[in-house]
């Protein structure tokens, strides 16, 4: 079955640091794959997605490609500020799975002054 | 604004009794889904919804069932609560095909007692 796999948080950073986390997928054929991002006491919402090899996903300065190659698709930040710190999640969804969503265990990142 | 709205943020129940939690949603949605999500285990799916009255179990459904009487309305229920429910749960709208986000509400932190 389909599985994302994440690297372990917590990340602690301090702030304009560079940001990366790691995440791995399997799956069959091309799934569409995300990023979604959770502040203390919400919901998640969507960071950025990418539904083909070689797209890149962006929004608020964090960039992820989607890398069939390697099934990776790695979350990245040049500089990151507090606002920043969060629970990420990365995620697939398989085509004409009523958009079921495959999640990743998260990584919380804690972003200092 | 697309808005998700859960009826609890925080709920704390006693073992055995019978819970509800509901979602509704205002965006006219055929997609409604039912997440748990819990440290280090990222969302797990509980079951999910793609037309009224049609429901489908997702990877945990044992001791949760689900109602969709109304379009906009995706409750889920709790047969008889034991200490291991005691989760958050998160609602998520999305419509139909592969790449358009997905929209969650805020989450209901449950503690079952």
């Known amino acids: 079955g389909n599985s994302v796999t994440q690297m372990e948080g917590p990340v602690t950073l301090s702030e304009e640091a560079f940001l990366t986390i790691n995440c791995t997928y399997t799956?069959?054929?091309?799934?569409?794959l995300f990023w979604y991002v959770q502040y203390p006491g919400e919901g998640l919402q969507l960071l950025l997605k990418a539904t083909k090899a070689d797209d890149k996903g962006s929004n608020k300065g964090f960039e992820a490609t989607y890398r069939k190659e390697t099934t990776s698709f790695h979350l990245e930040k040049g500089s990151v500020q507090v606002s920043d710190s969060a629970v990420y999640f990365c995620?697939?969804?398989?085509?004409?799975?009523?958009?079921?969503?495959?999640f990743g265990a998260g990584t919380q990142v804690v972003v200092t002054p | 604004d697309v808005k998700v709205t859960q009826s609890s943020r925080y709920l704390v129940k006693r073992t055995g009794e019978k819970v509800f939690l509901e979602c509704v949603q205002d965006m006219d949605h055929e997609n409604m889904f039912w997440y748990r999500q819990d440290p280090g285990l990222g969302l797990r799916l509980i079951y999910f919804s793609y037309d009224v009255k049609m429901k489908e179990k997702g990877d945990i459904p044992e001791g949760y069932s689900v109602s969709r009487e109304k379009k906009e309305r995706f409750s889920l229920i709790l047969e008889s609560a034991s200490t291991n429910q005691t989760s958050m749960y998160l609602c998520a709208t999305k419509p139909p095909g592969s790449s358009p986000e997905a929209f969650f509400g805020q989450g209901t932190r449950l503690t079952v007692v």
């Open positions: 995620a697939l969804q398989q085509g004409g799975s009523w958009g079921k969503l495959q």
């Open positions: 799956a069959t054929g091309y799934p569409s």
